[in-house]
């Protein structure tokens, strides 16, 4: 990469140099939004907080049935992609009485309201990931693989559908 590569690029930084650079000739061409839009021409339609959590629910019930329930699904405006969240799972237990209360929550940004199905989908299946696997682990991503099977995929055009959000705006 050369020195003066955007900041941007951030979100695929893991990924190998050979990769990178392969963004990065989309992002100087300002072909990145047309290479997303060839792959996924439309967003999603889940367009408040009850659609997603029937959405979320659904995915959940086809494969984590047994799983700690959820007491909050929302699109959350304050997660900030700069700080790599894309979603967040938090689970808080509490002694109330003589009772231990656990609650579990997923929030999912904001940014992904106007996203294709197949990004809500890959965050909802990372977080439901952590009703079982707390931890970014082999287990962790082996769950979401069970659960998306082209997981990985989705994760890096997500990373992509970020770099095109900051560098050009939106595509939809």
């Known amino acids: 990469m050369s020195a003066n590569q955007p900041a941007n690029l951030r979100y695929i930084s893991a990924y190998p140099a050979s990769l990178q650079e392969q963004v990065q000739q989309l992002i100087d061409k300002k072909e990145l939004g047309e290479f997303l839009l060839k792959r996924y021409p439309a967003p999603h339609s889940i367009a408040n907080d009850k659609a997603l959590r029937d959405y979320v629910l659904d995915i959940k019930q086809q494969y984590l049935k047994k799983s700690d329930p959820l007491s909050k699904i929302v699109f959350?405006?304050?997660?900030?992609?700069?700080?790599?969240?894309?979603?967040?799972?938090?689970y808080s237990s509490r002694v109330q009485g003589s009772k231990l209360k656990s609650k579990n929550e997923i929030r999912i940004s904001t940014v992904f309201k106007l996203a294709p199905e197949a990004f809500l989908q890959m965050i909802a299946v990372h977080e439901l990931a952590h009703l079982k696997e707390k931890d970014h682990n082999k287990g962790f991503y082996k769950l979401c693989q069970h659960m998306?099977?082209?997981?990985?995929?989705?994760?890096?055009?997500?990373?992509?559908?970020?770099?095109?959000?900051?560098?050009?705006?939106?595509?939809?």
């Open 148 to 172: 998306l099977a082209d997981y990985f995929q989705l994760e890096f055009d997500t990373r992509l559908y970020l770099i095109q959000l900051e560098t050009f705006g939106a595509i939809y």
């Open 76 to 90: 959350d405006n304050k997660i900030h992609v700069v700080n790599n969240a894309l979603g967040l799972h938090t």
